[in-house]
């Protein structure tokens, strides 16, 4: 028997392993997950889990990223990082002869431990109507299946996980939902930015209720960590958006039997290229009279980078009420932007714009590019608290994984053609009918882009030795 033959055997075994949890999961509530409660009997949890799930502890190295970085030319130097793991669709968590499941990740990453602190980091990402403002992401559930988002999904993933619970070396960390519940404070009601979709997806309450829902099962997994998308600073950053973003997120901690105690914290920059620190300008700076923030490229908001982003989500967030110990993530993936066109200082001084344009790390034609950015790089490898109020750096993002198709790809996984990953585009309302600035020859969502790799390996900043 070759080995190929018996990976795909023990891959059946799982799978049929997996068909059995499936059943059982039907039957679950979050009390019944729960690792421990009160001793008054009031029911209330009491889970003793860590303040920074990433101190002390290695993360997590998908095999499946890592072979294909590996075999890419100068890939062999990051193939060993810890990325997340994108749990998409339904089929998934079972994975496939080709794919592994969240299992055999989960059986793995105790291989990889050897008995130390492991990080496994899960993307939980399959709403209804999912990521209604951005076609290439759309995801396999209609807007109205929150119950097979619960049962088919969100229900299967906790009683895997639960099975691991025991595992007091494994911690795992769910990212919850990317570029959903934000949609709802900048895309829908007559915004320059809405669309009916996220109009539908406000009105019926499904991401609210998912978010919750997800939250509460996952959150009451002794070893999971959630930490819900909170976005970027060129998507957030300004006062309209920030607060209401963080009462909505709120909003959706408190539905579907989740509490705040079930949030960890929030990652920012989630699959996004905003750097991480712009030190060549700050926005009190005054240029022949002119602020900073007046600038085209800053456009008045309160933010220029995701280090005093993250802070100021997490401030706004406490606000609204979370509890005061929320961490954060950045996910530093492909914000380095590196490279020959790096700025080594301000720009000149003969305007706001060309001051702030000639010294801006960021290359993007417009902060709200998301789709395969022409230029970008790696950024700061994962490093757990590297700043304070931040629990970890990360690279939730594998790089050289397509955002989205250049052009219209047939396919069964509900994902579809975005304009915004159209090299030839001229942009819209939420990109300020700019550029899409996103390279050509992109593939479908989530498949490996060996010509995005390689930039990202040649633009890496800090570069890669």
Same mark, same amino acid.
């Given at each position: ?47 003793? !889990?860590?303040? /920074? ?26 193939? /060993? ?29 105790? @291989? ?32 109205? @299946?929150? &119950?097979?988002? !619960? ?77 819900? $998308? ?34 960890? &914290? ?10 991480? !620190? @712009? ?79 000639g010294g801006r790390f960021d290359r993007r034609i417009h902060a709200g590019n998301w789709c395969n950015q022409a230029g970008a790089g790696l950024g700061e490898r994962p490093k757990a608290a590297p700043e304070a109020g931040v629990d970890a750096y990360v690279w ?10 250049? !052009? ?32 050509? $020859?992109?593939p479908l969502s989530g498949e490996f882009f060996p010509t995005q790799f390689q930039e990202l390996l040649k633009n890496a900043y800090p570069p890669v030795n």
């Amino acid at each position: 028997m070759t080995p190929r033959v018996r990976q795909q055997q023990g891959r059946r075994v799982r799978r049929a392993r997996l068909a059995a949890t499936l059943t059982a999961a039907l039957a679950l509530t979050t009390g019944s997950l729960s690792m421990a409660s009160a001793a008054d009997g009031s029911g209330t949890r009491t889970l003793a !889990k860590l303040d /920074n799930p990433y101190a002390n502890a290695r993360v997590y190295v998908n095999p499946d990223w890592s072979a294909k970085a590996a075999a890419q030319p100068g890939g062999q130097a990051i193939a /060993n990082v810890g990325t997340g793991v994108w749990l998409d669709r339904i089929s998934a968590i079972a994975g496939s002869d080709e794919v592994m499941g969240l299992r055999e990740h989960l059986d793995t990453a105790l @291989e990889q431990a050897n008995g130390a602190n492991i990080v496994f980091q899960a993307v939980i990402y399959d709403l209804p109507g999912r990521d209604c403002s951005a076609l290439a992401s759309n995801g396999e559930l209609g807007p109205e @299946e929150i &119950g097979r988002y !619960k049962s088919e999904y969100i229900d299967p993933i906790a009683a895997i996980l639960q099975e691991y619970a025991s595992h007091t070396n494994l911690r795992v960390v769910a990212t919850i939902e990317p570029d959903s519940l934000p949609n709802l404070v900048t895309n829908t009601g007559g915004t320059a930015g809405a669309t009916p979709e996220c109009d539908t997806m406000k009105a019926n309450g499904n991401y609210v209720e998912g978010v919750g829902y997800a939250l509460a099962k996952l959150g009451a997994v002794q070893n999971v960590y959630n930490y819900i $998308d909170a976005a970027h600073h060129g998507w957030l950053g300004w006062d309209t958006n920030l607060a209401p973003s963080a009462q909505v997120l709120y909003q959706a901690a408190n539905a579907a039997g989740a509490t705040r105690d079930d949030v960890a &914290g929030f990652i920012v920059n989630t699959a996004n290229y905003s750097a991480l !620190k @712009e030190t060549n300008f700050s926005l009190t700076d005054n240029v022949n009279g002119q602020q900073v923030r007046s600038s085209k490229w800053i456009d008045w908001n309160q933010y220029a980078d995701e280090s005093s982003y993250a802070g100021g989500f997490r401030a706004a967030a406490v606000a609204a009420g979370f509890n005061s110990d929320v961490g954060t993530l950045i996910d530093t993936s492909r914000n380095g932007w590196g490279g020959s066109a790096r700025p080594t200082g301000p720009g000149p001084t003969t305007s706001v714009d060309n001051y702030v344009n000639g010294g801006r790390f960021d290359r993007r034609i417009h902060a709200g590019n998301w789709c395969n950015q022409a230029g970008a790089g790696l950024g700061e490898r994962p490093k757990a608290a590297p700043e304070a109020g931040v629990d970890a750096y990360v690279w939730m993002k594998p790089p050289g994984e397509s955002d989205g198709s250049s !052009k219209e790809i047939p396919n069964d996984e509900g994902k579809g053609f975005d304009r915004m990953c159209d090299p030839t585009y001229g942009g819209n309302a939420r990109n300020g009918n700019n550029p899409s600035g996103a390279k050509a $020859d992109a593939p479908l969502s989530g498949e490996f882009f060996p010509t995005q790799f390689q930039e990202l390996l040649k633009n890496a900043y800090p570069p890669v030795n």
